[in-house]
C-alpha cells in the first residue's frame, strides 16, 4: 500500500524562530511598523481574517485572545469569517479593510480588483490605506511561516 502525502508520518518540524532569530527580529520590525496608526480593532479583524483563510492556529488564537482583551465582543468574533453576511455589525471601514484582506491573502485567486481597492481607498486616508495593506501583508508572512513549521496554538 502506498502512501499519500497526506497519511505520511508526521516531521519534526523546524524551530524557525531559535535557528533564525533575526527571521523573528525583523518580522517583529515590520509588525510594529505596519500597525503604527492603524485602529487597533481594525488591526485585529485584519490579522483574524486572515489566519482564518490561512488556516494558522497558533495566529487565530494568539489574534482572538489579543482583541478580546481590547472588548471585542464573542459575536463579532464568531462572524468575521462571515462578515459579509453579518449587516452593520461590522463599520464600513471594519469591512473595506476586511474586504481588502481577503483579496491580499487570496491573490492565488487573481489580483485585488479595483473595485476592492477603491473601496478601500474610500474609507481611509492614504496613510491609513498603506497600513492596512502592510497589516495585511505582515500577517500572511507571519501565518505562513507558522503554517510551514506547524507552530502550535497554546494550550491555555
Given at each position: 500500500?502506498?502512501?499519500?502525502?497526506?497519511?505520511?508520518?508526521?516531521?519534526?518540524?523546524?524551530?524557525?524562530?531559535?535557528?533564525?532569530?533575526?527571521?523573528?527580529?525583523?518580522?517583529?520590525?515590520?509588525?510594529?511598523?505596519?500597525?503604527?496608526?492603524?485602529?487597533?480593532?481594525?488591526?485585529?479583524?485584519?490579522?483574524?481574517?486572515?489566519?482564518?483563510?490561512?488556516?494558522?492556529?497558533?495566529?487565530?488564537?494568539?489574534?482572538?485572545?489579543?482583541?478580546?482583551?481590547?472588548?471585542?465582543?464573542?459575536?463579532?468574533?464568531?462572524?468575521?469569517?462571515?462578515?459579509?453576511?453579518?449587516?452593520?455589525?461590522?463599520?464600513?471601514?471594519?469591512?473595506?479593510?476586511?474586504a481588502l484582506t481577503e483579496a491580499i491573502?487570496?491573490?492565488?485567486?487573481?489580483?485585488?480588483?479595483?473595485?476592492?481597492?477603491?473601496?478601500?481607498?474610500?474609507?481611509?486616508?492614504?496613510?491609513?490605506?498603506?497600513?492596512?495593506?502592510?497589516?495585511?501583508?505582515?500577517?500572511?508572512?507571519?501565518?505562513?511561516?507558522?503554517?510551514?513549521?506547524?507552530?502550535?496554538?497554546?494550550?491555555?
Amino acid at each position: 500500500m502506498t502512501q499519500t502525502l497526506e497519511s505520511a508520518p508526521a516531521v519534526d518540524r523546524l524551530k524557525i524562530y531559535k535557528t533564525s532569530p533575526e527571521l523573528y527580529d525583523a518580522m517583529m520590525t515590520l509588525s510594529n511598523a505596519a500597525a503604527k496608526g492603524i485602529d487597533p480593532t481594525i488591526g485585529e479583524l485584519i490579522k483574524i481574517r486572515a489566519s482564518q483563510i490561512n488556516h494558522c492556529a497558533f495566529c487565530l488564537d494568539m489574534h482572538t485572545h489579543d482583541a478580546r482583551k481590547q472588548g471585542e465582543t464573542e459575536q463579532r468574533l464568531a462572524l468575521i469569517a462571515a462578515w459579509q453576511e453579518a449587516g452593520d455589525l461590522f463599520t464600513e471601514r471594519e469591512q473595506a479593510a476586511l474586504a481588502l484582506t481577503e483579496a491580499i491573502t487570496e491573490l492565488g485567486n487573481g489580483h485585488v480588483s479595483d473595485a476592492v481597492y477603491a473601496r478601500a481607498a474610500a474609507a481611509f486616508t492614504e496613510r491609513e490605506l498603506g497600513q492596512v495593506i502592510a497589516m495585511a501583508v505582515t500577517i500572511n508572512a507571519w501565518n505562513r511561516i507558522n503554517v510551514t513549521v506547524r507552530m502550535p496554538a497554546p494550550r491555555r
